[in-house]
């Protein structure tokens, strides 16, 4: 038996960095940047790339700018049709 995707009703589109991306309505930001192959959210005050790791918004490592409000944390919101969604690599800050 074929696996089936996700219905219309699920698909997101959303914008990471300036560019368009398909994910689920029941994916965390967080997945969405992975499978967009964008592993940095910030940058430390030394310039280390961060990233998600804990999943759970306690370590804070994953704070990214979604429609321009900064400091969301990517792991604890989902992904929605038409959210915007900035890390620290494009210099808009976080």
């Known amino acids: 038996m074929r696996e089936q995707g996700p219905g219309p009703e ?3 589109k959303i914008w990471i ?14 997945a969405a940047l992975m499978r967009h192959d964008n592993m940095q959210t910030r940058q430390s005050v030394s310039g280390q790339p961060r ?19 900064p400091h969301k944390l990517a792991c604890q919101e989902y992904c929605r ?5 900035n890390t620290e690599t494009t210099g808009l800050g976080v």
Do not use: L, Y
């Not at 300036?18 to 689920?24: D, L, Q, R």
């Not at 790791?53 to 409000?69: A, D, L, S």
């Open 10 to 12: 699920k698909i997101a």
């Open 17 to 30: 960095n300036g560019s368009p991306f398909e994910a689920t309505t029941d994916m965390s930001v967080a």
């Open 51 to 69: 990233f998600a790791v804990c999943g759970m918004g306690v370590c804070q490592e994953c704070r990214v700018r979604i429609n321009g409000h």
């Open 81 to 85: 049709s038409g959210m915007v969604i």
